[in-house]
């Protein structure tokens, strides 16, 4: 995940090991084409665990052999504004949905203000053998 200011990259997270059972058989249904999207949206979550804005994943994309990425931008004007957030999660709706990952990407969190824009890339490698 990048943090965005005045159109330049000011910080970067990674976080590792994030996806739960459920996405994980949804990635696999996925490719297999037994239908289902993994991921339609990305939820922004603040430090207290409270969903602060929940927008629709913008790309997805094969990156390589054996990678899928997820993309999802939160831009400068967000209901999410004033709020210091520290994790992401993958749904599958607009509201209630499936949560098929979590991650939480800095203890202390992004305050996030009309200043600056964050721009998620989950992204899965399949392991030799499955997912």
Not at 23 to 48: K, S, Y
Not at 85 to 105: C, D, H, K, M, P
Request: a positive charge; aromatic letters at 10%; proline letters at 3%.
């Amino acid at each position: 995940m990048t943090v965005w200011e005045a159109g330049k990259p000011v910080k970067t997270y990674h976080a590792h090991n994030t996806w739960g059972i459920a996405g994980l058989n949804a990635l696999r249904n996925w490719f297999a084409g037994l239908g289902g999207t993994p991921i339609t949206h990305i939820a922004w979550v603040d430090t207290a665990g409270v969903e602060r804005a929940r927008d629709i994943v913008t790309q997805r994309l094969v990156t390589a052999d054996k990678a899928v990425l997820f993309r999802q931008y939160l831009p400068s004007a967000t209901p999410s504004n004033g709020y210091t957030l520290n994790r992401i999660r993958a749904y599958n709706a607009q509201s209630g949905g499936t949560r098929f990952a979590e991650a939480v990407f800095d203890a202390a969190g992004v305050a996030k203000t009309t200043n600056n824009q964050i721009t998620v890339e989950w992204t899965h490698t399949f392991a030799d053998g499955g997912t």
